[in-house]
C-alpha cells in the first residue's frame, strides 16, 4: 500500500475520541523506526518532515521515494500518510505535485487576511490532487520565539475563518510549546481549546508540541477534539540519551562495535520503544 492522504484516518479518531501519532523524521533510521513501531501497534500514522528535515535528507521526491519503497519492502499494512510539517506557502505547493499525501501550510505569520488568501488557495491545489491539508492560527510558543512558560492561544473567531475553507484539521494554539517543555509551563489551556472547537464544528483539531505534556493533559485534549498530536523532540531526546550511552560506555571500542549499524541500534530501539508507548498513550493502537 502506498502512502494515503490523512483525511480519513484523522476523521475516523475524532469519531473516535483518539489521535494519530504525527511523527516529525529526520533520515533513514528514523522513519524505519517509526514503521515498525506502528506496524506492530496497529496503529494508522503521520509521517512528517520539516522543510529543513526534507532538505537535509535529499529532498522531497527522496522523502516520498524513500517512504513508500519502505512500506513496500518492510510488508507494512497499516495507513501511512507523509506530512509536511509547518510548510511555507511555496513549500507546500513543491509537496504537493512531488507526492506528499498531506501538506500543513504555517500562515500563522502573516495578518488573518493574507492567511486566508493563502491557506485558500493551498486547500484548493492540495484538493484537487486528493492532498490533505492542515493550516495554522495564531503562533505556537517556543522558547526560541522567546516565550517560556506559556504558549500562545489562538483567537476562536479567526480560527473559524480558516475552518471555513474546507481545511481538513486546523493547528491553534492552546498554550502548548515547541522544543522542551520548561519546568514553569502553565499547561494546556482547555477553555480556550472548547471555545475554539465550539467555534470550528466538526472539524479534527492538531496538538503541536507534542512532546512531553502529560499523557492526562493530551487525553484531556483528546476529549476536547485533539485528533493528531505532533511529537518531534520526544524521539529525538531518546535517541540522543541510548546513543550517548552507548559510546559512554565505550561499547564502540569493543569488536566492530564502530559499525554504524551497531552505532545506530540503541538510539533507533528507544525510537521504536517511545513511539509505540505514544501509539497506546493516545489510544491510537489497534485501530489500523
Ligand atoms: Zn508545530
Redesign the pocket.
Known amino acids: 500500500m502506498a502512502i494515503v492522504s490523512a483525511t480519513e484516518m484523522v476523521n475516523k479518531a475524532l469519531e473516535g475520541h483518539y489521535a494519530i501519532p504525527a511523527f516529525n523524521t529526520n533520515n533513514l533510521e528514523w522513519t524505519k523506526c517509526i514503521l515498525t513501531a506502528v506496524e506492530e501497534t496497529k496503529t494508522p500514522v503521520m509521517i512528517q518532515t520539516s522543510e529543513g528535515a526534507a532538505k537535509y535528507m535529499g529532498g522531497y521526491k527522496l522523502v516520498v521515494d524513500m517512504v513508500n519503497d519502505l512500506i513496500d519492502s518492510m510488508g507494512i499494512t497499516v495507513p501511512v500518510a507523509l506530512h509536511l510539517?509547518?510548510g511555507t506557502f511555496e513549500g507546500a505547493k513543491k509537496c504537493i505535485e512531488v507526492g506528499y499525501s498531506s501538506v500543513?501550510f504555517?500562515g500563522s505569520h502573516f495578518g488573518i487576511e493574507e492567511n486566508i488568501e493563502k491557506s485558500k488557495e493551498i486547500i484548493a491545489l492540495a484538493h484537487s490532487k486528493g492532498v490533505s491539508v492542515e493550516c495554522?492560527v495564531g503562533g505556537?510558543g517556543g522558547v526560541e520565539d522567546g516565550v517560556a512558560s506559556a504558549g500562545e492561544l489562538a483567537d476562536p473567531a479567526e480560527c473559524k475563518l480558516i475552518a471555513d475553507l474546507g481545511v481538513d484539521f486546523l493547528?491553534a494554539g492552546i498554550g502548548n510549546i515547541?522544543g522542551k517543555y520548561p519546568a514553569d509551563w502553565a499547561g494546556l489551556n482547555f477553555d480556550r481549546l472548547a471555545e475554539i472547537k465550539a467555534a470550528i464544528g466538526g472539524k479534527p483539531m492538531?496538538l503541536?508540541?507534542g512532546s512531553g505534556i502529560p499523557f492526562e493533559q493530551t487525553k484531556k485534549a483528546v476529549g476536547l477534539g485533539v485528533s493528531k498530536i505532533?511529537i518531534?523532540t520526544e524521539l529525538q531526546l531518546v535517541f540522543a540519551a541510548a546513543t550517548r550511552k552507548y559510546i559512554e560506555d565505550g561499547k564502540d571500542l569493543e569488536g566492530k562495535g564502530y559499525d554504524p549499524r551497531k552505532l545506530l541500534k540503541p538510539g533507533s530501539d528507544a525510537i521504536i520503544a517511545k513511539a509505540k508507548e505514544l501509539c497506546e498513550a493516545f489510544e491510537a493502537a489497534g485501530k489500523a
Open positions: 510539517d509547518h500543513m504555517d495554522e505556537i493547528a515547541h492538531v503541536h508540541g505532533n518531534n
